[in-house]
């Protein structure tokens, strides 16, 4: 049987873990592999994990086709929304799965005014199939499940992150908002943070944060209006939801981990 591995598609999913691989692993070895790995074509577009196992060891598995899409970008399409409802997601990952749909529907969009005829006007974003709409930042937010100023922290870490950072906010090693923090350093700095631990990226990411209060000029002190108060006590509070929800998604890494342990 002749599969190809898309490289793109892979990347969607963050890989394993070696308590988790390990665990799959046991599971395969044992019961087989009961659920149909699905391809696209001869592209598989899910099951990688399952695929790499069997093939390791020779384990039988059986395939599905999905035939219903026309593009590659469809298969994109579909393997970003599986996962954005998968709750084991990180918010992190999440984050990056929307922002990378949101860059498919805007490519398509200006694909499908640029082959517009210039007599008629170019077919509203709402012609193209996706629900959500995606026009805006909270839109994008609220398919993540994340709040706009962490998907902004998301965002700066995906343009502006060395790998090794990005990987030690995908394992639970440093939270988001401070791999944001950490992201504006120069790449050799961020790579030495990593390489320091989890002490070092967070004391990287204090000086960095020390340094852009102290870069603000002072403002005279002024009594605050109402509507300033409710502003900074919103402010506070999206911060504070923020590290709550950092603080669940390695709450359940942990949990993930203590029950493959417990398993094993």
Not at 8 to 37: H, K, N, Q, W
Not at 179 to 189: C, D, F, R, Y
Request: charged share 30%.
């Amino acid at each position: 049987m002749n599969i190809t591995i898309n490289e793109e598609l892979r990347s969607f999913i963050d890989p394993l873990t070696p308590v988790e691989y390990a665990a799959l692993e046991r599971s395969l070895l044992a019961d087989g592999c009961r659920d149909a790995l699905v391809l696209w074509r001869d592209v598989l577009i899910d099951g990688h994990n399952r695929y790499d196992i069997c093939t390791k060891h020779g384990i039988e598995f059986r395939t599905v086709n999905n035939d219903k899409f026309d593009s590659l970008e469809d298969v994109m399409l579909w393997v970003i929304d599986n996962n954005l409802a998968r709750r084991s997601v990180s918010d992190f990952q999440r984050g990056m799965l929307a922002l990378r749909k949101k860059e498919i529907v805007a490519a398509r969009a200006a694909q499908r005014a640029a082959e517009a005829p210039p007599d008629q006007p170019a077919p509203e974003p709402a012609d193209d199939p996706v629900d959500p709409p995606w026009s805006t930042r909270e839109d994008v937010a609220k398919a993540a499940r994340v709040s706009a100023n962490t998907l902004s922290q998301i965002e700066r870490i995906r343009k502006t992150a060395a790998p090794e950072l990005v990987d030690a906010v995908r394992s639970g090693t440093i939270s988001v908002s401070a791999a944001a923090s950490v992201a504006s350093l120069p790449p050799e700095a961020q790579v030495a943070a990593v390489a320091g631990g989890r002490k070092e990226l967070q004391q990287a990411a204090r000086q960095v944060r020390e340094q852009k209060t102290g870069a603000k000029p002072k403002k005279e002190t002024v009594p605050e209006s109402p509507e300033d108060q409710v502003k900074a006590l919103r402010a506070q509070v999206g911060e504070l939801k923020d590290r709550v929800a950092t603080l669940m998604t390695e709450n359940e890494v942990l949990r993930q981990k203590l029950a493959a342990l417990g398993g094993a």
